[in-house]
């Protein structure tokens, strides 16, 4: 595995400590952050929605005889792009531009997806054809029931079945800026979004075909205040600002990948 040379992510909100008086109130007030969560869980679930299906994406650019890069998009609502209102601002779209040259892009991406659906019911739709993949999943997965080993078995078994194909692999999103979700629960998310990608590295590391790109550290000098400047109107999603800053990156790595090899037909014989 290939990492671009973003910087790693930035550090969670430290935990606060809590004064207990006796061991005996550990439990009580585990329970209560637990039933607290909870309610926080549904009250995130049950909001307002303004976004719910993705924009169609499919894209040709450039000139009908120009060979063309074909670019796959696979995972999640964040390779989908929701939260935009313009198609031209969902991640596929500013990538292909950004790439300044004839390209294809196929979105396979269907919200809410876990890994197991995209292992079930996106790669089987990759075509030979495919010269790249770009893959984002994990966020649906840290905020189900989905054990981490279950991801990273997953999520193996989708790198599997993409290689040879060179696949650029989302890093989880920094889940704690989403502030659709309450503390404590947005810092729980956040953590457990970031033991998942601890996973994602070291599935993506056993794989020669897969670069992985960093979404969740911030811009230099962007503070998280600032960054849920850049959520979509459903707090959750980025919009297009933040698929920008995104996009920016995956389109480095992208292009290092095209001028490396022969296009088209990327992959290697």
């Not at 006796?22 to 976004?51: D, E, I, K, N, S």
């Amino acid at each position: 595995m290939r990492s671009s040379s973003l910087a790693p992510p930035a550090p969670a909100h430290p935990w606060r400590p809590v004064a207990v008086t006796g061991l005996g109130a550990a439990p009580a007030l585990g329970g209560l952050c637990w039933a607290v969560c909870a309610w926080q869980a549904r009250r995130a679930r049950g909001g307002p929605r303004p976004y719910e299906q993705a924009l169609a994406a499919d894209l040709r650019l450039g000139a009908a005889d120009q060979p063309a890069v074909r670019i796959t998009w696979l995972g999640d609502s964040l390779a989908a792009g929701l939260g935009v209102d313009v198609v031209d601002d969902t991640p596929a779209h500013l990538v292909a531009r950004m790439l300044e040259r004839a390209v294809e892009v196929r979105v396979l991406a269907v919200p809410g997806s876990r890994a197991e659906h995209v292992l079930a019911d996106q790669v089987p739709h990759v075509g030979d054809d495919t010269d790249l993949v770009v893959l984002c999943v994990g966020a649906n997965d840290v905020a189900s029931s989905t054990a981490r080993s279950r991801y990273a078995e997953e999520l193996d078994r989708i790198l599997v079945a993409l290689a040879p194909t060179p696949t650029v692999l989302l890093s989880l999103p920094d889940m704690a800026v989403a502030d659709r979700m309450a503390e404590p629960l947005r810092t729980l998310a956040g953590l457990r979004a970031r033991w998942f990608d601890a996973a994602r590295v070291i599935v993506a590391a056993r794989h020669d075909h897969v670069w992985s790109v960093d979404v969740a550290s911030r811009p230099a000098g962007l503070s998280r205040r600032a960054a849920r400047a850049m959520l979509c109107a459903d707090r959750f999603h980025p919009g297009p600002e933040g698929y920008r800053a995104w996009a920016e990156r995956i389109s480095m790595v992208c292009h290092d990948l095209l001028e490396q090899q022969p296009m088209p037909g990327l992959r290697p014989a």
